[in-house]
């Protein structure tokens, strides 16, 4: 079993930056892919970026430019680094791990979810 935990959310500015991780247990996670998720309030969960085991990664287009994901295997810990943030980024943003080598854009294809972490931005 993987146990993911996210920190770094925050209240930010817009046009502010925030850097989120993603902390994993286990000895696996290497082999996982991993991807970001966020969800709105009254609004579906939807997918920001992922990454693959190998660090090959894919974006939202919402995002693309703006935010960057990364792993350390070294530390099983996954970021996303969000510059240039905007209003409509505020969610609570999930990390998922899949049991994969390509993450996908669909939250159905992951294992291990983490609680999340609050992500606002003001205006």
């Known amino acids: 079993q993987v146990q993911l935990v996210e920190s770094g959310g925050g209240l930010v500015q817009a046009g502010g930056s925030l850097r989120l991780s993603c902390a994993a247990s286990g000895r696996a996670f290497s082999s996982y892919a991993m991807g970001w998720f966020r969800q709105a309030p009254g609004k579906e969960r939807e997918f920001v970026a992922a990454?693959?085991?190998?660090?090959?990664?894919a974006y939202a287009d919402s995002v693309k430019g703006r935010f960057t994901i990364s792993r350390d295997n070294a530390e099983n810990t996954v970021y996303l680094q969000m510059i240039s943030l905007k209003p409509e980024d505020t969610a609570v943003y999930y990390c998922?791990?899949?049991?994969?080598?390509?993450?996908?854009?669909?939250?159905?294809?992951?294992?291990?979810w983490g609680q999340g972490t609050q992500v606002t931005v003001s205006s």
């Open positions: 998922a791990g899949a049991r994969t080598a390509w993450g996908t854009s669909m939250g159905s294809g992951y294992d291990y």
């Open positions: 990454i693959s085991r190998s660090g090959g990664t």
